[in-house]
């Protein structure tokens, strides 16, 4: 079954999937209702279509995405036992229209999924990155250097900067806690990602100024400069 989520609206490729899933669906529901020998009412027809989306479902993981495979009917089971047999027959093909909406929003999930991956490059940076008009940094530890965030010279950076693989073992965490000293001290703060991506990433800056890393729970993209995206040496700038 689909479940709302807010994060949603932000991502326009989730939005223009979750608009065509509801358009397919209701335009079979209307077609099957118009074409009914015996028509129920309405508000009757999408009561049963609504009640009938309910179902048993397991989650599963394909290329990277979670999706919800419904199982069990739940909710056409109710609408036959509830139902007398001859009015069974009149909401039938709505009932079985609303179990298969489980399906039809499953595939668009994977389409929107799949789509977005596309539209916005999750290794390109200029995906995190849009707008930096707001932007600052911020230090999240002690052993972070005094500096300055110019927004020039980081604008002028981006596009030189590379995607390279970045081991994020155990090691690191060790290295870091027996020294002292956190490899990505401060935080990029107040800059934006693409319009309509819905991305969300949290987005840090390395202790000599010469790489981003950009998490998203648990995907991690790590960007390399040749050189510094701050200046190092300056007042910090929180």
Do not use: C
Not at 114 to 119: C, F, I, P, R
Not at 200 to 207: D, G, K, M, R
Not at 219 to 233: F, K, R
């Amino acid at each position: 079954m689909l479940l709302f989520r807010m994060e949603w609206f932000d991502n326009v490729v989730a939005v223009i999937g979750l608009l065509l899933g509801w358009s397919i669906i209701l335009a079979l529901v209307w077609q099957k209702y118009r074409r009914a020998i015996e028509k129920p009412r309405l508000w009757r027809a999408l009561i049963v279509f609504f009640i009938s989306i309910i179902a048993f479902s397991i989650q599963v993981t394909i290329g990277g995405t979670t999706a919800k495979f419904a199982v069990l009917p739940l909710g056409v089971w109710v609408v036959y036992l509830v139902t007398a047999k001859t009015t069974w027959k009149r909401y039938r093909a709505i009932a079985w229209i609303g179990f298969l909406a489980n399906y039809i929003f499953m595939a668009l999930h994977l389409a929107s999924y799949y789509s977005h991956e596309v539209v916005y490059p999750k290794r390109e940076v200029a995906t995190y990155i849009a707008n930096v008009e707001s932007a600052g940094i911020a230090s999240v530890h002690p052993s972070a250097p005094e500096a300055v965030f110019d927004r020039s010279l980081f604008q002028s950076k981006l596009s030189s900067l590379r995607p390279e693989e970045m081991n994020l073992s155990m090691d690191w965490y060790y290295e870091s806690r027996d020294s002292g000293r956190e490899r990505f001290p401060y935080a990029l703060i107040g800059v934006e990602p693409r319009w309509g991506s819905g991305i969300h990433a949290e987005i840090f800056i390395q202790s000599d100024g010469k790489a981003l890393l950009v998490s998203r729970g648990d995907q991690y993209y790590y960007y390399v400069s040749e050189e510094p995206l701050i200046e190092l040496g300056g007042r910090a700038d929180e």
